[in-house]
Protein backbone atom coordinates (compact mmCIF):
# COMPACT_ATOMS: atom_id res chain seq x y z
CA UNK A 1 0.00 0.00 0.00
CA UNK A 2 1.04 3.80 -0.76
CA UNK A 3 2.57 5.51 2.36
CA UNK A 4 2.28 9.02 3.83
CA UNK A 5 5.41 9.50 2.23
CA UNK A 6 4.39 8.36 -1.57
CA UNK A 7 1.27 10.69 -0.91
CA UNK A 8 3.44 13.68 0.18
CA UNK A 9 6.17 13.26 -2.86
CA UNK A 10 3.02 13.34 -5.42
CA UNK A 11 1.55 16.36 -3.63
CA UNK A 12 5.25 17.75 -3.59
CA UNK A 13 5.75 16.81 -7.50
CA UNK A 14 2.50 18.91 -8.48
CA UNK A 15 3.50 21.36 -6.10
CA UNK A 16 7.09 21.60 -4.57
CA UNK A 17 7.38 23.13 -1.21
CA UNK A 18 10.44 25.18 -2.77
CA UNK A 19 7.68 27.41 -4.09
CA UNK A 20 5.85 28.12 -0.87
CA UNK A 21 6.06 31.50 0.68
CA UNK A 22 8.74 32.12 2.94
CA UNK A 23 6.23 32.66 6.14
CA UNK A 24 4.34 29.35 5.24
CA UNK A 25 4.79 25.97 6.71
CA UNK A 26 3.57 23.60 3.90
CA UNK A 27 3.80 19.79 4.01
CA UNK A 28 3.59 17.18 6.70
CA UNK A 29 2.02 18.54 10.22
CA UNK A 30 2.08 15.60 11.88
CA UNK A 31 2.13 11.76 11.53
CA UNK A 32 4.79 8.83 10.15
CA UNK A 33 5.99 9.37 7.02
CA UNK A 34 6.21 5.15 7.02
CA UNK A 35 2.87 4.76 7.66
CA UNK A 36 0.26 2.85 4.84
CA UNK A 37 -2.25 5.11 3.60
CA UNK A 38 -6.22 3.85 4.89
CA UNK A 39 -8.10 6.04 3.37
CA UNK A 40 -7.70 9.82 2.63
CA UNK A 41 -10.20 12.88 4.03
CA UNK A 42 -10.00 16.33 2.25
CA UNK A 43 -10.80 19.57 3.77
CA UNK A 44 -9.35 23.00 3.12
CA UNK A 45 -9.13 23.25 7.06
CA UNK A 46 -8.50 20.32 9.33
CA UNK A 47 -10.34 21.02 13.00
CA UNK A 48 -10.55 18.48 15.66
CA UNK A 49 -13.92 17.70 14.10
CA UNK A 50 -12.26 17.19 10.69
CA UNK A 51 -10.16 14.58 12.36
CA UNK A 52 -12.67 13.03 14.08
CA UNK A 53 -14.44 12.24 11.03
CA UNK A 54 -11.55 11.06 9.13
CA UNK A 55 -11.02 8.33 11.76
CA UNK A 56 -15.08 8.33 11.40
CA UNK A 57 -14.60 7.25 8.04
CA UNK A 58 -11.66 5.17 7.97
CA UNK A 59 -9.37 7.59 6.80
CA UNK A 60 -5.69 7.76 8.43
CA UNK A 61 -4.28 10.85 6.30
CA UNK A 62 -6.02 14.55 6.51
CA UNK A 63 -5.23 16.58 3.32
CA UNK A 64 -5.80 20.14 3.50
CA UNK A 65 -5.01 23.62 2.31
CA UNK A 66 -4.02 25.33 5.18
CA UNK A 67 -1.38 24.37 7.14
CA UNK A 68 -2.59 23.44 11.38
CA UNK A 69 0.83 24.16 12.47
CA UNK A 70 1.36 28.06 11.29
CA UNK A 71 3.83 29.42 14.26
CA UNK A 72 6.00 27.11 16.12
CA UNK A 73 4.25 25.21 18.57
CA UNK A 74 6.23 25.18 22.29
CA UNK A 75 3.80 23.04 23.87
CA UNK A 76 0.80 20.56 23.83
CA UNK A 77 -1.37 21.03 26.12
CA UNK A 78 -4.76 21.15 24.37
CA UNK A 79 -4.92 24.86 24.78
CA UNK A 80 -6.47 26.47 21.80
CA UNK A 81 -7.68 25.20 18.44
CA UNK A 82 -3.97 23.97 17.27
CA UNK A 83 -2.71 22.48 20.06
CA UNK A 84 -6.56 20.36 19.91
CA UNK A 85 -6.21 19.42 16.89
CA UNK A 86 -3.10 18.22 17.07
CA UNK A 87 -3.29 15.99 19.48
CA UNK A 88 -6.52 14.58 17.73
CA UNK A 89 -4.75 13.47 15.09
CA UNK A 90 -1.74 12.03 17.34
CA UNK A 91 -4.05 10.36 19.73
CA UNK A 92 -6.03 8.97 16.27
CA UNK A 93 -3.25 8.10 14.61
CA UNK A 94 -3.66 10.46 11.68
CA UNK A 95 -1.79 12.26 9.46
CA UNK A 96 -2.33 15.99 8.72
CA UNK A 97 -0.89 16.76 5.16
CA UNK A 98 -1.07 20.72 3.87
CA UNK A 99 -0.45 21.71 -0.06
CA UNK A 100 -0.52 26.01 0.92
CA UNK A 101 0.80 28.83 -0.96
CA UNK A 102 2.97 26.20 -3.04
CA UNK A 103 -0.46 25.06 -4.30
CA UNK A 104 -1.36 28.82 -4.69
CA UNK A 105 1.81 29.54 -6.80
CA UNK A 106 2.03 26.66 -9.77
CA UNK A 107 0.32 27.06 -12.90
CA UNK A 108 -2.49 24.77 -12.67
CA UNK A 109 -3.34 25.37 -8.68
CA UNK A 110 -5.97 27.44 -6.85
CA UNK A 111 -6.02 30.45 -8.60
CA UNK A 112 -6.61 28.02 -12.31
CA UNK A 113 -8.94 26.31 -10.58
CA UNK A 114 -11.00 29.74 -9.75
CA UNK A 115 -10.29 30.82 -13.18
CA UNK A 116 -11.39 27.82 -15.03
CA UNK A 117 -15.00 27.73 -12.51
CA UNK A 118 -15.16 31.35 -13.88
CA UNK A 119 -14.54 30.52 -17.32
CA UNK A 120 -11.83 32.81 -17.76
CA UNK A 121 -9.40 32.17 -21.29
CA UNK A 122 -6.07 33.18 -21.69
CA UNK A 123 -5.14 32.84 -18.14
CA UNK A 124 -1.59 33.54 -17.08
CA UNK A 125 -0.14 34.43 -13.63
CA UNK A 126 -0.45 37.74 -12.28
CA UNK A 127 2.54 38.00 -11.07
CA UNK A 128 5.43 35.74 -11.68
CA UNK A 129 8.03 34.88 -9.25
CA UNK A 130 11.39 35.63 -9.74
CA UNK A 131 14.66 33.74 -8.40
CA UNK A 132 13.09 30.32 -9.34
CA UNK A 133 15.21 29.28 -11.92
CA UNK A 134 19.21 28.48 -13.11
CA UNK A 135 20.90 27.94 -16.41
CA UNK A 136 23.35 25.34 -16.28
CA UNK A 137 26.08 24.84 -18.37
CA UNK A 138 28.04 21.59 -19.15
CA UNK A 139 31.09 20.39 -21.54
CA UNK A 140 30.36 16.51 -23.24
CA UNK A 141 32.76 15.22 -25.71
CA UNK A 142 31.47 14.62 -29.54
CA UNK A 143 32.43 10.84 -29.16
CA UNK A 144 34.79 8.95 -26.99
CA UNK A 145 37.12 6.74 -29.21
CA UNK A 146 36.01 2.67 -30.24
CA UNK A 147 32.33 3.94 -28.93
CA UNK A 148 29.65 4.91 -31.79
CA UNK A 149 27.19 5.90 -28.44
CA UNK A 150 25.57 9.69 -28.65
CA UNK A 151 27.43 10.96 -25.74
CA UNK A 152 25.30 14.22 -25.81
CA UNK A 153 22.02 12.24 -26.54
CA UNK A 154 22.65 10.68 -23.37
CA UNK A 155 23.22 13.72 -20.99
CA UNK A 156 20.71 15.39 -22.26
CA UNK A 157 18.20 12.81 -21.64
CA UNK A 158 19.37 12.22 -17.77
CA UNK A 159 19.13 15.91 -17.48
CA UNK A 160 15.67 16.27 -18.73
CA UNK A 161 14.43 13.39 -16.86
CA UNK A 162 15.95 15.07 -13.70
CA UNK A 163 13.78 17.94 -14.18
CA UNK A 164 15.92 20.32 -17.01
CA UNK A 165 15.11 21.65 -19.82
CA UNK A 166 11.40 23.21 -19.51
CA UNK A 167 10.15 26.51 -20.35
CA UNK A 168 6.54 26.87 -20.35
CA UNK A 169 5.09 24.27 -22.53
CA UNK A 170 7.92 23.63 -24.02
CA UNK A 171 10.09 20.27 -23.09
CA UNK A 172 13.45 18.82 -23.99
CA UNK A 173 14.84 22.48 -24.48
CA UNK A 174 18.63 22.98 -24.81
CA UNK A 175 21.27 25.35 -26.80
CA UNK A 176 24.37 23.42 -27.61
CA UNK A 177 27.64 24.88 -29.19
CA UNK A 178 30.45 23.15 -30.15
CA UNK A 179 34.38 24.47 -29.58
CA UNK A 180 37.39 22.76 -28.02
CA UNK A 181 38.21 21.61 -24.40
CA UNK A 182 41.87 20.80 -23.47
CA UNK A 183 42.96 19.24 -20.13
CA UNK A 184 45.84 17.14 -18.98
CA UNK A 185 45.11 14.14 -16.90
CA UNK A 186 47.11 13.73 -13.67
CA UNK A 187 48.66 10.81 -11.96
CA UNK A 188 46.07 7.77 -11.30
CA UNK A 189 43.35 9.21 -13.08
CA UNK A 190 41.56 7.07 -15.58
CA UNK A 191 40.55 9.49 -18.53
CA UNK A 192 37.90 8.27 -20.98
CA UNK A 193 39.73 10.00 -23.50
CA UNK A 194 43.64 10.71 -23.32
CA UNK A 195 45.99 9.67 -20.59
CA UNK A 196 47.64 10.30 -17.76
CA UNK A 197 50.46 13.49 -18.08
CA UNK A 198 49.38 13.48 -21.64
CA UNK A 199 47.77 17.00 -22.62
CA UNK A 200 44.66 16.32 -24.72
CA UNK A 201 42.76 18.15 -26.98
CA UNK A 202 38.70 17.13 -27.20
CA UNK A 203 36.00 18.23 -29.35
CA UNK A 204 33.30 19.03 -27.03
CA UNK A 205 29.70 20.40 -27.22
CA UNK A 206 28.77 22.95 -24.71
CA UNK A 207 25.30 22.02 -23.09
CA UNK A 208 23.18 24.49 -21.67
CA UNK A 209 19.66 23.87 -20.00
CA UNK A 210 17.43 25.86 -17.58
CA UNK A 211 16.13 23.99 -14.42
CA UNK A 212 14.06 25.06 -11.58
CA UNK A 213 16.46 25.66 -8.64
CA UNK A 214 14.77 23.08 -6.10
CA UNK A 215 15.61 20.24 -8.94
CA UNK A 216 19.49 21.31 -8.39
CA UNK A 217 20.57 18.31 -6.60
CA UNK A 218 18.67 15.54 -8.77
CA UNK A 219 19.96 17.66 -11.71
CA UNK A 220 23.81 17.52 -10.64
CA UNK A 221 23.28 13.70 -9.65
CA UNK A 222 22.02 13.22 -13.43
CA UNK A 223 24.92 14.72 -14.85
CA UNK A 224 27.75 12.92 -12.75
CA UNK A 225 25.86 9.74 -13.23
CA UNK A 226 25.34 10.18 -17.57
CA UNK A 227 28.62 11.96 -18.27
CA UNK A 228 31.58 9.91 -19.50
CA UNK A 229 34.33 12.30 -17.75
CA UNK A 230 35.37 11.12 -14.15
CA UNK A 231 35.72 14.99 -13.39
CA UNK A 232 32.63 16.80 -14.72
CA UNK A 233 32.88 20.50 -15.52
CA UNK A 234 29.98 22.25 -15.27
CA UNK A 235 29.04 25.72 -14.26
CA UNK A 236 25.41 26.33 -12.35
CA UNK A 237 24.07 30.42 -12.52
CA UNK A 238 21.04 31.34 -10.48
CA UNK A 239 18.80 33.94 -12.40
CA UNK A 240 16.49 36.36 -11.55
CA UNK A 241 14.29 35.92 -14.52
CA UNK A 242 10.39 35.67 -14.06
CA UNK A 243 9.31 32.29 -14.10
CA UNK A 244 6.11 32.25 -16.03
CA UNK A 245 4.77 29.18 -14.41
CA UNK A 246 4.94 29.93 -10.74
CA UNK A 247 3.96 33.19 -8.69
CA UNK A 248 1.15 34.53 -7.11
CA UNK A 249 -2.35 35.35 -8.82
CA UNK A 250 -3.65 34.91 -12.03
CA UNK A 251 -5.43 36.97 -15.11
CA UNK A 252 -7.48 36.01 -18.18
CA UNK A 253 -10.58 36.61 -20.32
CA UNK A 254 -14.10 36.20 -20.13
CA UNK A 255 -15.15 34.96 -23.22
CA UNK A 256 -18.13 37.82 -23.87
CA UNK A 257 -17.51 40.87 -21.71
CA UNK A 258 -20.33 41.85 -19.03
CA UNK A 259 -21.83 44.45 -17.28
CA UNK A 260 -20.42 44.84 -13.77
CA UNK A 261 -23.69 43.55 -12.26
CA UNK A 262 -23.79 40.52 -14.47
CA UNK A 263 -20.18 39.77 -13.42
CA UNK A 264 -21.18 40.15 -9.81
CA UNK A 265 -24.06 38.05 -10.46
CA UNK A 266 -21.87 35.27 -12.09
CA UNK A 267 -19.34 35.29 -8.71
CA UNK A 268 -22.85 34.60 -6.45
CA UNK A 269 -23.68 31.41 -8.23
CA UNK A 270 -20.30 30.28 -9.29
CA UNK A 271 -18.90 30.51 -5.65
CA UNK A 272 -22.31 30.05 -4.12
CA UNK A 273 -22.35 33.27 -2.00
CA UNK A 274 -24.73 35.27 -0.78
CA UNK A 275 -23.22 38.70 -1.10
CA UNK A 276 -19.84 40.31 -3.06
CA UNK A 277 -18.34 43.37 -1.05
CA UNK A 278 -16.95 45.15 -4.32
CA UNK A 279 -16.52 48.74 -5.33
CA UNK A 280 -17.60 51.20 -7.47
CA UNK A 281 -17.20 50.38 -11.11
CA UNK A 282 -19.39 50.99 -14.51
CA UNK A 283 -17.17 49.36 -17.45
CA UNK A 284 -17.60 46.35 -18.77
CA UNK A 285 -15.85 43.66 -17.34
CA UNK A 286 -13.55 41.41 -19.92
CA UNK A 287 -9.88 41.17 -18.23
CA UNK A 288 -9.89 39.42 -14.62
CA UNK A 289 -7.60 38.83 -12.29
CA UNK A 290 -7.93 37.01 -9.28
CA UNK A 291 -6.33 35.71 -6.57
CA UNK A 292 -7.54 32.72 -3.97
CA UNK A 293 -7.56 33.70 -0.54
CA UNK A 294 -6.37 36.93 1.26
CA UNK A 295 -5.23 38.44 -1.92
CA UNK A 296 -5.66 42.44 -1.47
CA UNK A 297 -1.55 42.88 -1.74
CA UNK A 298 -2.30 42.35 -6.07
CA UNK A 299 -4.17 44.90 -6.43
CA UNK A 300 -1.88 46.76 -8.13
CA UNK A 301 -0.81 44.05 -9.79
CA UNK A 302 -4.39 43.43 -11.07
CA UNK A 303 -4.62 47.16 -12.07
CA UNK A 304 -0.95 46.93 -14.06
CA UNK A 305 -2.50 43.92 -15.92
CA UNK A 306 -4.78 46.14 -17.01
CA UNK A 307 -7.56 43.90 -15.40
CA UNK A 308 -11.38 45.42 -15.36
CA UNK A 309 -12.21 43.46 -12.05
CA UNK A 310 -10.15 41.16 -9.12
CA UNK A 311 -11.53 38.82 -7.23
CA UNK A 312 -10.24 38.10 -4.30
CA UNK A 313 -10.73 37.62 -0.61
CA UNK A 314 -9.80 39.49 3.02
CA UNK A 315 -10.26 42.68 1.50
CA UNK A 316 -10.08 45.45 4.28
CA UNK A 317 -11.92 48.68 4.63
CA UNK A 318 -8.96 50.93 3.95
CA UNK A 319 -8.11 48.73 0.70
CA UNK A 320 -11.03 49.20 -1.22
CA UNK A 321 -9.63 52.31 -1.48
CA UNK A 322 -6.42 51.44 -3.90
CA UNK A 323 -7.86 50.67 -7.32
CA UNK A 324 -8.38 54.09 -7.36
CA UNK A 325 -11.76 53.72 -9.59
CA UNK A 326 -9.51 51.77 -12.30
CA UNK A 327 -11.06 48.49 -11.84
CA UNK A 328 -14.07 46.70 -9.66
CA UNK A 329 -12.62 44.83 -6.65
CA UNK A 330 -14.43 42.01 -5.56
CA UNK A 331 -14.08 40.41 -2.05
CA UNK A 332 -16.25 36.97 -2.29
CA UNK A 333 -14.44 35.73 1.02
CA UNK A 334 -11.20 33.57 1.72
CA UNK A 335 -12.92 30.38 2.07
CA UNK A 336 -15.25 30.73 -0.91
CA UNK A 337 -12.20 31.76 -3.49
CA UNK A 338 -10.47 28.52 -2.30
CA UNK A 339 -13.35 26.33 -2.09
CA UNK A 340 -12.32 23.95 -5.30
CA UNK A 341 -9.24 23.55 -3.64
CA UNK A 342 -10.04 20.37 -2.66
CA UNK A 343 -11.41 18.95 -6.52
CA UNK A 344 -7.66 19.58 -7.14
CA UNK A 345 -6.44 17.40 -4.34
CA UNK A 346 -9.01 14.68 -5.01
CA UNK A 347 -7.81 15.30 -8.98
CA UNK A 348 -3.81 14.73 -8.01
CA UNK A 349 -4.63 11.73 -5.93
CA UNK A 350 -6.36 9.72 -8.27
CA UNK A 351 -3.74 10.37 -11.27
CA UNK A 352 -1.30 9.22 -8.81
CA UNK A 353 -2.75 6.55 -7.07
CA UNK A 354 -5.96 5.62 -8.69
CA UNK A 355 -8.53 3.63 -6.74
CA UNK A 356 -5.72 2.09 -4.04
CA UNK A 357 -7.31 3.83 -1.78
CA UNK A 358 -10.66 5.69 -0.96
CA UNK A 359 -10.00 9.61 -1.69
CA UNK A 360 -13.61 11.67 -0.16
CA UNK A 361 -13.89 15.18 0.77
CA UNK A 362 -14.76 16.33 4.04
CA UNK A 363 -18.62 16.41 5.16
CA UNK A 364 -17.77 18.49 8.64
CA UNK A 365 -17.99 22.24 7.86
CA UNK A 366 -14.70 24.59 8.42
CA UNK A 367 -15.89 27.97 7.20
CA UNK A 368 -15.89 30.07 10.56
CA UNK A 369 -17.73 33.12 8.67
CA UNK A 370 -21.40 33.06 8.69
CA UNK A 371 -23.98 34.92 6.56
CA UNK A 372 -26.93 36.45 7.76
CA UNK A 373 -29.07 37.84 4.34
Known sequence: MPTVQDLARALETAAPLAYQESYDNAGLQCGLPEAEITGVLIALDCTP???????????????????????????????G???QTIMAALKADVAIYAAHTNLDNVRHGVNAKLADKLGLVNTRILAPQ???????????????????????????????AAGAGQVGNYTDCSFQSQGTGTFTPGAGTQPAIGAENQATEVAEVKVEVLLPLHRQAAVLAALRQAHPYEEVAYELIKLENQHQDVGAGMVGELPTALPPAEFRKRLKEVLGVPVVRHTAFEKDIKRVALCGGAGSFLTGAAVAAGADAYVTGDVKYHEFFAPEGQLLLCDVGHFESEQFTNEIFRDLLLAAFGRTFAVL??????NPVQYDC
Open 81 to 83: LVE
Open 361 to 366: FADTPT
Open 49 to 79: AVVAEAARRGCNVVVCHHPVIFRPLKRLTGK
Open 130 to 160: TGTLARLSTYVPKYIKESHEDTVGRVLAALY
